[in-house]
């Protein structure tokens, strides 16, 4: 071949082959979109500095350039451009949310009265209830400072006080702006806080008195969520009731902490949150009702689409459903699967298809893209798309030929649950650092009795509460959610029902999905190399390096890694840092046991250890300042758990002024020495502001670590 031919041939190869392989394969592209979409939003995530305007003036022209030319363009490129057009269209996205739900974050803390408005009633992790309060008072506070939404935990009874949506309350508390991750690369709250626009939580032991009672008009959906809930509770006792109002209404402030473990650990956290499967319950009920019910009546079974009424009446449920629900994102992920569905039964179309689901997808990530980061937006996806895969392959044969139609309705329920829990497994183990051994045999004994009994019943209870008959499904609810609460405590209190799992590193879950993602939408054999991906993902997830040393962001405890595990220095206090750095390390140990282990030695306030030949003491308490110059000389690192107002010559130091500037810091291993490694390393729209400050160097380069201490 001429150098000529062989330049050219090499352009086709490498230039046009792809072109023309997205060509041929339009048509199944769609789902392509939502992807690139999500990818753009993880993009805009993912930097460390606030993008400019210029980023998002080159976004905008790129989705108007790539939309041009998807639209009018040759056909070769028409693919290409609507993807760039897409990953723009993520970043734009990303990019208005932030600004346009940007409010106040306290800068400082608080303490003092707090007047506000109740929207939201709910449980803290210790069990404590919580008050989330708008309209905003602070004494002493601009009105351009205060945040917008506060949330405050009531540390004591307040048998006074019986909290209503809308009811506006003051009281006493203790204030600071949402704390970021414990660690680097951690879950960051207060990301998720801004977006929520809640610019700060605290707590109060004081009484919480009731200031007014609710306006006429105010919050109807929530103080209607807030009297349904009651009224199920006056009909069922415990927390069987409060169970069953939580999967109806969404109002889990009756929910003990003891019942979200249990569920939490068999696997059956998901019946209560109302998603996908509580809304198809409700909807599919009130479908086959109206449907089946119309047909009764020949003389509108002749003359009406029965399917279509049930179809629009199912749809004004749906949307019922989702805003008492309070409209979090699986359910709204749901509640647009739904509409997508039944708008394909009203259009005489197929409905459940994967171009659905990405219709789906796209909407939510364009209204909501913060909602890409939470773990029911990845977990019910995943669970969405590998059910219609799953029932797909097998529809031409096993399902429908080799299975008796007596077994089907086991078979559908065994393979689903062994789909969903399959797909869904991966997300659940990063996000949550525990696998639940028997969460199918949970699934397969509970599923049946939500579905069933549970949602039909509460349809059934609304029907009939005018008539003053609600007392007979409610006591059918009830029924089923003991069985589903006995199935949780049984399933959760087996030996070996939870296996840990340590947390994967940031690069893990994208990569894992892009690859999954593309052994599910490519055809051909190139399909295949969606595998290379995930085995990287998992290989990375395998071979993940914890630190060697974690210290939270006030000084006050340290965990370090040993061959028992990791070792706290502190058996009570930063109870929430300590509970999820044992977690990410896959470890289920409480903090007690934790601080048991062998690592540090010396008294409450200065523990003492050794690591990778760094000698370190760690001050805290009464008087910690005062032992620094003692400190200093005997150790290679001081971590001190207060401002040092004077720092002894060559002692290497770290102070709380200095964690102040890094957040929370690990210490990883590299080559002979140490690196650390801050949590406060952006600068975003939540981000608190940012301090330069220079860490300690304790790589050994030219220097001994104690010649470095000496510089």
Same mark, same amino acid.
């Given at each position: 071949?001429?150098?000529?031919?062989?330049?050219?041939?090499?352009?086709?190869?490498?230039?046009?082959?792809?072109?023309?392989?997205?060509?041929?394969?339009?048509?199944?592209?769609?789902?392509?979109?939502?992807?690139?979409?999500?990818?753009?939003?993880?993009?805009?995530?993912?930097?460390?500095?606030?993008?400019?305007?210029?980023?998002?003036?080159?976004?905008?022209?790129?989705?108007?350039?790539?939309?041009?030319?998807?639209?009018?363009?040759?056909?070769?490129?028409?693919?290409?451009?609507?993807?760039?057009?897409?990953?723009?269209?993520?970043?734009?996205?990303?990019?208005?949310?932030?600004?346009?739900?940007?409010?106040?974050?306290?800068?400082?803390?608080?303490?003092?009265?707090?007047?506000?408005?109740?929207?939201?009633?709910?449980?803290?992790?210790?069990?404590?209830?919580?008050?989330?309060?708008?309209?905003?008072?602070?004494?002493?506070?601009?009105?351009?400072?205060?945040?917008?939404?506060?949330?405050?935990?009531?540390?004591?009874?307040?048998?006074?006080?019986?909290?209503?949506?809308?009811?506006?309350?003051?009281?006493?508390?203790?204030?600071?702006?949402?704390?970021?991750?414990?660690?680097?690369?951690?879950?960051?709250?207060?990301?998720?806080?801004?977006?929520?626009?809640?610019?700060?939580?605290?707590?109060?032991?004081?009484?919480?008195?009731?200031?007014?009672?609710?306006?006429?008009?105010?919050?109807?959906?929530?103080?209607?969520?807030?009297?349904?809930?009651?009224?199920?509770?006056?009909?069922?006792?415990?927390?069987?009731?409060?169970?069953?109002?939580?999967?109806?209404?969404?109002?889990?402030?009756?929910?003990?902490?003891?019942?979200?473990?249990?569920?939490?650990?068999?696997?059956?956290?998901?019946?209560?949150?109302?998603?996908?499967?509580?809304?198809?319950?409700?909807?599919?009920?009130?479908?086959?009702?109206?449907?089946?019910?119309?047909?009764?009546?020949?003389?509108?079974?002749?003359?009406?689409?029965?399917?279509?009424?049930?179809?629009?009446?199912?749809?004004?449920?749906?949307?019922?459903? !989702? $805003?008492?629900?309070?409209?979090? +994102?699986?359910?709204?992920? @749901?509640? =647009? &699967?739904? *509409?997508?569905?039944?708008? /394909?039964?009203?259009?005489?179309?197929?409905?459940?298809?994967?171009?659905?689901?990405?219709?789906?997808?796209?909407?939510?990530?364009?209204?909501?893209?913060?909602?890409?980061?939470?773990?029911?937006?990845?977990?019910?996806?995943?669970?969405?798309?590998?059910?219609?895969?799953?029932?797909?392959?097998?529809?031409?044969?096993?399902?429908?030929?080799?299975?008796?139609?007596?077994?089907?309705?086991?078979?559908?329920?065994?393979?689903?649950?062994?789909?969903?829990?399959?797909?869904?497994?991966?997300?659940?183990?990063?996000?949550?650092?525990?696998?639940?051994?028997?969460? !199918? $045999?949970?699934?397969?004994?509970? +599923?049946?009795?939500?579905? @069933?009994? =549970? &949602?039909? *019943?509460?349809?059934?209870? /609304?029907?009939?509460?005018?008539?003053?008959?609600?007392?007979?499904?409610?006591?059918?609810?009830?029924?089923?959610?003991?069985?589903?609460?006995?199935?949780?405590?049984?399933?959760?209190?087996?030996?070996?029902?939870?296996?840990?799992?340590?947390?994967?590193?940031?690069?893990?879950?994208?990569?894992?999905?892009?690859?999954?993602?593309?052994?599910?939408?490519?055809?051909?054999?190139?399909?295949?190399?969606?595998?290379?991906?995930?085995?990287?993902?998992?290989?990375?997830?395998?071979?993940?390096?914890?630190?060697?040393?974690?210290?939270?962001?006030?000084?006050?405890? !340290?965990?370090?890694?040993?061959?028992?595990?990791?070792?706290?220095? @502190?058996?009570?206090?930063?109870?929430?840092?300590?509970?999820?750095?044992?977690?990410?390390?896959?470890?289920?140990?409480?903090?007690?046991?934790?601080?048991?282990?062998?690592?540090?030695?010396?008294?409450?306030?200065?523990?003492?250890?050794?690591?990778?030949?760094?000698?370190?003491?760690?001050?805290?308490?009464?008087?910690?300042?005062?032992?620094?110059?003692?400190?200093?000389?005997?150790?290679?690192?001081?971590?001190?758990?207060?401002?040092?107002?004077?720092?002894?010559?060559?002692?290497?130091?770290?102070?709380?002024?200095?964690?102040?500037?890094?957040?929370?810091?690990?210490?990883?291993?590299?080559?002979?020495?140490?690196?650390?490694?801050?949590?406060?390393?952006?600068?975003?729209?939540?981000?608190?502001?940012?301090?330069?400050?220079?860490?300690?160097?304790?790589?050994?380069?030219?220097?001994?670590?104690?010649?470095?201490?000496?510089?």
């Amino acid at each position: 071949m001429a150098p000529s031919g062989l330049i050219l041939h090499l352009i086709w190869r490498g230039f046009l082959w792809p072109l023309v392989a997205l060509q041929s394969a339009r048509g199944t592209l769609f789902p392509w979109i939502a992807i690139l979409v999500g990818c753009g939003i993880g993009g805009w995530f993912t930097v460390l500095t606030e993008p400019g305007p210029g980023s998002y003036a080159l976004a905008a022209i790129m989705v108007a350039a790539g939309s041009a030319v998807a639209w009018r363009g040759p056909d070769l490129g028409r693919p290409l451009a609507l993807a760039l057009a897409a990953l723009a269209a993520g970043w734009l996205a990303a990019g208005i949310r932030a600004h346009a739900v940007q409010a106040p974050m306290l800068d400082f803390r608080y303490y003092g009265p707090v007047q506000g408005r109740i929207v939201n009633i709910d449980r803290s992790q210790s069990d404590a209830l919580r008050l989330t309060l708008d309209q905003v008072v602070l004494r002493e506070v601009e009105p351009d400072r205060t945040p917008i939404r506060v949330r405050v935990s009531l540390q004591n009874e307040q048998p006074w006080l019986d909290p209503v949506p809308g009811q506006v309350v003051i009281l006493t508390a203790s204030l600071a702006a949402p704390e970021g991750p414990v660690e680097p690369g951690g879950f960051d709250f207060r990301r998720m806080a801004y977006f929520d626009q809640l610019g700060a939580v605290g707590y109060t032991r004081k009484p919480v008195l009731l200031l007014e009672e609710p306006a006429g008009g105010a919050l109807p959906i929530d103080r209607l969520r807030s009297h349904l809930t009651k009224g199920m509770l006056a009909h069922m006792d415990g927390q069987a009731g409060a169970f069953a109002a939580g999967a109806m209404t969404g109002d889990r402030s009756a929910i003990s902490e003891d019942t979200v473990a249990a569920l939490r650990d068999s696997s059956l956290a998901h019946l209560l949150a109302i998603s996908g499967m509580n809304m198809a319950f409700l909807t599919g009920f009130v479908f086959a009702l109206f449907r089946y019910g119309l047909a009764l009546i020949p003389y509108v079974a002749l003359r009406v689409n029965t399917k279509k009424v049930a179809a629009v009446v199912s749809l004004g449920v749906a949307l019922f459903y !989702l $805003l008492l629900s309070g409209a979090n +994102v699986a359910t709204e992920r @749901a509640f =647009i &699967m739904i *509409a997508v569905f039944l708008g /394909a039964v009203l259009l005489d179309r197929r409905a459940l298809t994967l171009r659905s689901v990405a219709v789906a997808a796209a909407i939510l990530l364009l209204a909501k893209p913060e909602s890409m980061l939470n773990p029911g937006f990845q977990m019910s996806f995943a669970a969405t798309i590998a059910l219609i895969v799953g029932f797909a392959a097998l529809e031409g044969s096993i399902y429908r030929q080799r299975i008796p139609r007596w077994a089907m309705p086991v078979f559908t329920l065994v393979l689903s649950s062994v789909i969903g829990g399959f797909a869904t497994a991966p997300y659940a183990a990063a996000h949550f650092n525990r696998f639940t051994d028997y969460g !199918l $045999l949970a699934n397969l004994l509970t +599923v049946p009795v939500m579905g @069933a009994v =549970i &949602m039909p *019943a509460g349809a059934v209870a /609304a029907l009939v509460a005018p008539l003053g008959l609600a007392w007979l499904p409610l006591w059918a609810m009830e029924q089923g959610a003991r069985w589903i609460l006995f199935v949780a405590h049984w399933i959760g209190g087996l030996e070996g029902s939870v296996t840990a799992i340590p947390a994967p590193g940031p690069s893990v879950l994208p990569l894992f999905t892009l690859g999954a993602f593309w052994l599910i939408l490519w055809r051909g054999r190139v399909q295949w190399a969606g595998v290379v991906p995930v085995l990287i993902a998992l290989a990375l997830w395998v071979t993940a390096e914890r630190p060697l040393l974690l210290v939270s962001g006030d000084g006050k405890l !340290l965990g370090l890694d040993g061959p028992k595990g990791r070792s706290l220095s @502190a058996a009570r206090g930063g109870g929430f840092a300590a509970e999820n750095w044992l977690q990410n390390d896959g470890d289920l140990t409480e903090q007690t046991e934790a601080a048991a282990r062998p690592g540090f030695s010396g008294p409450k306030g200065e523990r003492w250890f050794d690591m990778a030949g760094v000698r370190v003491v760690a001050l805290s308490g009464k008087g910690a300042a005062a032992k620094l110059a003692e400190a200093c000389s005997g150790a290679d690192l001081v971590i001190l758990a207060e401002d040092a107002q004077t720092r002894p010559e060559g002692c290497t130091l770290i102070d709380s002024r200095m964690l102040w500037a890094t957040g929370p810091l690990a210490f990883l291993r590299e080559g002979d020495g140490l690196q650390i490694v801050r949590t406060k390393q952006a600068a975003r729209l939540w981000s608190p502001p940012r301090r330069k400050v220079t860490l300690p160097d304790l790589r050994p380069k030219d220097a001994t670590l104690a010649d470095l201490k000496d510089q």
